[in-house]
């Protein structure tokens, strides 16, 4: 099974950027769907990247396309999301997800202020 732990979240000006990571221990992140969801004041959970490991595919969600971007770095076993142009709504918790053989794995989340 694999351990992910968040960080990089804070306090952001407007416009600003931030990037958050997702270290992962335990396993190697390539065998799993790794994926970035936020939970904002009030709001249920919201899928905002996905990456396969089957086809290499992103989808982002129309709330964020053009301004997050998920990355990922194969020796370091983390991945990352770069996050432009913060907007307000964008204030959340923002928590790292993995996924394979029908197993989930959450991170504790990071909290963005905007």
């Known amino acids: 099974q694999v351990q992910l732990v968040e960080s990089g979240g804070g306090l952001v000006p407007p416009g600003g950027s931030l990037r958050l990571s997702c270290a992962a221990s335990g396993s190697t992140l390539n065998y799993y769907r790794v994926a970035w969801f936020r939970q904002g004041p009030g709001k249920g959970p919201e899928e905002l990247v996905c990456?396969?490991?089957?086809?290499?595919?992103?989808y982002y969600a129309e709330a964020v396309k053009g301004r997050f971007t998920l990355s990922r770095d194969s020796p370091k076993n983390t991945a990352y999301l770069e996050m432009n142009d913060l907007k307000p709504e964008d204030t959340a918790v923002y928590y790292c997800?993995?996924?394979?053989?029908?197993?989930?794995?959450w991170g504790q989340g990071t909290q963005v202020l905007r």
């Open positions: 997800y993995a996924s394979a053989s029908g197993l989930d794995y």
């Open positions: 990456y396969s490991s089957l086809d290499g595919s992103t």
